[in-house]
């Protein structure tokens, strides 16, 4: 009998929430469906189109006079298109990371011995020769291989004033990163925009909600555990392994984390389409959004906290790393636990080896 009256209040819980949400956020959900991708997903891909295009700029510019300052503006210019890209990874909802323009364009870490030998058959670098080569090959990995590392005592730029092939091949694989970029906008634009708008099923991988907002607890498992965590020796093993940082030759591996952050309190409460709005109107209350944000503010003073790149940081046993660690995992619960309820999303595993 107890089983029955349990099994009774607990539908009817389930069913006034259905029609609450239904009653008082149905214009933040319609909002949300119909304009998500042209508000939020189509402007951060055209930011990265409009980064990788100014990239290639440079690089032409560096091919025909290979000078210090030309080169400087080049690895200035790899990290605002890396931090550009970190920004549409908030957007790889499952359809799109089946295509994996994400994997092509920026897969980490990659293999030097690839490239080098890449390089040395001095051949034409076209379009067919890198769309065929490893992922681990180019991408935004391998050019911050060409424009960052040292091969003992040359530099890159030297390496690179003194080898035109290997211009050459930096070239080449910054016109797949804007081939690629430009496919996957047609995606979005002939067709796939439409069918997500129209995504409204019960069952999360037809539910454009669902989707968008696994795709930032995604985003913050994968900042939490690949990007810090195994790297830094605090998941599974305390040993560490720097060179599984997202860009540690580049020192900027911090710079790409914050500005995936950036992009998820996007998403999810400073844009005009939010998921704040839906999830303080089911709820009544903005109380769980004030969380979030106090529990953003704490990631980003730990973040400030680190007064080295994260690759020194690791190397030096910083403490603040592990605090870092610590509250993504509390932000994560948030998103995961709290606004995934009152949202009535299923949260669907996290794949921490990739985005």
Same mark, same amino acid.
């Given at each position: 009998?107890? %089983?029955?009256?349990?099994? /009774? ?10 029609? %609450? ?10 909002l ?9 997903i189509?402007?951060? +891909?055209n ?18 006079n290979?000078?210090?300052?030309? /080169?400087?503006?080049?690895?200035t210019q ?6 550009s ?22 897969? /980490?870490?990659v ?5 080098e030998?890449?390089?040395l058959?001095?051949?034409t ?13 180019k991408g ?5 291989y ?13 390496? +690179?004033?003194?080898d035109?092939?290997?211009v ?24 796939? %925009? ?12 037809e ?28 998941e ?8 599984l940082l997202?860009?540690?030759r ?5 710079k790409?984390?914050?500005?995936? +952050? ?9 844009s ?14 903005s ?6 944000n ?29 605090t ?9 619960q ?22």
């Amino acid at each position: 009998m107890k %089983k029955h009256l349990l099994f /009774f209040l607990s539908a009817i819980i389930f069913l006034s929430s259905c029609s %609450k949400e239904n009653s008082n956020s149905s214009s933040a959900i319609d909002l949300f469906h119909e304009e998500y991708y042209s508000v939020n997903i189509l402007p951060s +891909l055209n930011n990265f189109k409009a980064a990788i295009e100014k990239q290639i700029t440079l690089t032409e510019n560096f091919k025909t006079n290979t000078t210090q300052e030309n /080169f400087t503006l080049l690895q200035t210019q790899w990290v605002n298109c890396a931090s550009s890209f970190s920004k549409t990874r908030v957007y790889n909802v499952v359809d799109v990371k089946s295509l994996y323009y994400d994997i092509i364009i920026y897969n /980490f870490p990659v293999n030097p011995s690839l490239i080098e030998n890449n390089i040395l058959e001095k051949t034409t670098f076209n379009t067919d020769y890198i769309s065929n080569s490893s992922t681990v090959s180019k991408g935004l990995a391998a050019m911050e291989y060409l424009l960052y590392n040292e091969n003992g005592t040359k530099n890159s730029l030297t390496l +690179l004033q003194e080898d035109t092939f290997r211009v050459n091949y930096l070239l080449a694989i910054t016109k797949e990163n804007l081939r690629q970029i430009n496919l996957l906008i047609d995606f979005w634009q002939q067709g796939y %925009k439409d069918t997500f708008k129209s995504y409204k099923s019960l069952s999360c991988i037809e539910n454009a909600r669902c989707l968008a907002f696994n795709q930032l607890i995604n985003i913050i498992d994968i900042i939490r555990v690949t990007k810090i965590g195994k790297p830094a020796g605090l998941e599974k093993t305390p040993n560490t392994d720097v060179e599984l940082l997202e860009a540690y030759r580049s020192k900027s591996s911090l710079k790409l984390i914050q500005s995936s +952050l950036e992009e998820i309190q996007n998403a999810y409460a400073l844009s005009s389409v939010n998921f704040a709005n839906i999830v303080d109107e089911i709820s009544d209350s903005s109380e769980i959004s004030s969380e979030i944000n106090n529990s953003f503010n704490t990631v980003y003073n730990n973040i400030d906290a680190i007064d080295t790149d994260l690759y020194t940081a690791i190397l030096n046993g910083d403490q603040s790393v592990a605090t870092l660690h610590t509250s993504l995992l509390t932000l994560l619960q948030y998103f995961s636990v709290d606004g995934a309820s009152i949202l009535s999303v299923n949260v669907l595993p996290t794949d921490n080896d990739g985005d």
